[in-house]
């Protein structure tokens, strides 16, 4: 097995895995690069798989205040600038998926191809963007400790609770330590996002969108909001909103199916 290189750039931490084409993953909320634990070593075989923690989680830096999507972005572009990579293929889960999505809209010569996992091009919902605020103040009066528990298991489908604990509890294990303010910046930043689903719709760049057949944050239906010979469409059976570590190796998969 390829052994991960852990380093820091200017601003992010992140893990460089393996030769071959470059492979960019980015975590969801209350995640790290090591939520990509299961996949990287298989995919690495093939690929060199850089994956951060994307600003405010794991071991980047977690500045004060509300962060903005746009921010996260200029982020990954400035480590692909450090490693002097060309263009390279971006899967993004959940909020990393948002991060991709700007990464095409505004960045797409640095692209070779790009995809969603579990994520959408939608806009929050107005009840989702309350429900953001009661995510700062949750963690503002309680810690990042209560929230995560309190959110982690409604990541998993309900099976996956109960048949993987392992993979619940290393999913907890890593909200447990993303920083506070870099949690509440992150939740703004998702917040105030805009709706992106016509870069899905009007990219010229291979699109890889991959639902989880029981993800109920972000069913089917709100990621696969356009059609075309660039768009590539797979539902990980029985997994929810977490198939990297519900459903590694159908992600895996997937992942080399579309890269190939």
Request: aromatic fraction near 6%.
């Amino acid at each position: 097995m390829n052994q991960p290189i852990q380093q820091s750039s200017e601003l992010l931490y992140f893990t460089d895995t393996g030769a071959g084409e470059p492979l960019v993953l980015l975590h969801g909320f209350m995640g790290s690069s090591a939520y990509w634990d299961e996949v990287v070593p298989e995919l690495s075989k093939q690929y060199r798989c850089i994956v951060p923690d994307l600003r405010g989680h794991g071991r980047s830096p977690a500045p004060e205040g509300s962060y903005r999507i746009e921010q996260m972005a200029e982020d990954v572009i400035r480590l692909l600038d450090h490693l002097n990579l060309g263009r390279v293929t971006v899967l993004g889960h959940s909020m990393g998926g948002y991060v991709a999505l700007v990464l095409a809209e505004q960045y797409a010569d640095h692209l070779k191809a790009w995809g969603l996992v579990h994520s959408t091009g939608y806009e929050d919902s107005p009840e989702a963007r309350e429900k953001r605020l009661q995510t700062v103040s949750k963690i503002n009066s309680e810690g990042v400790a209560a929230f995560v528990d309190g959110f982690i298991e409604g990541l998993f489908a309900p099976d996956s609770v109960a048949s993987l604990p392992q993979a619940v509890q290393k999913a907890r294990e890593i909200g447990y330590h993303t920083p506070p303010q870099g949690a509440c910046g992150a939740a703004m930043a998702i917040r105030e996002r805009p709706d992106r689903r016509s870069v899905i719709a009007s990219s010229s760049l291979p699109v890889l969108l991959i639902a989880g057949e029981n993800d109920h944050l972000v069913p089917a239906e709100r990621l696969f909001t356009a059609e075309g010979e660039q768009i590539t469409t797979a539902v990980i059976p029985g997994a929810g909103h977490m198939s990297m570590l519900e459903a590694p190796q159908e992600l895996i998969a997937v992942i080399k199916q579309f890269i190939q």
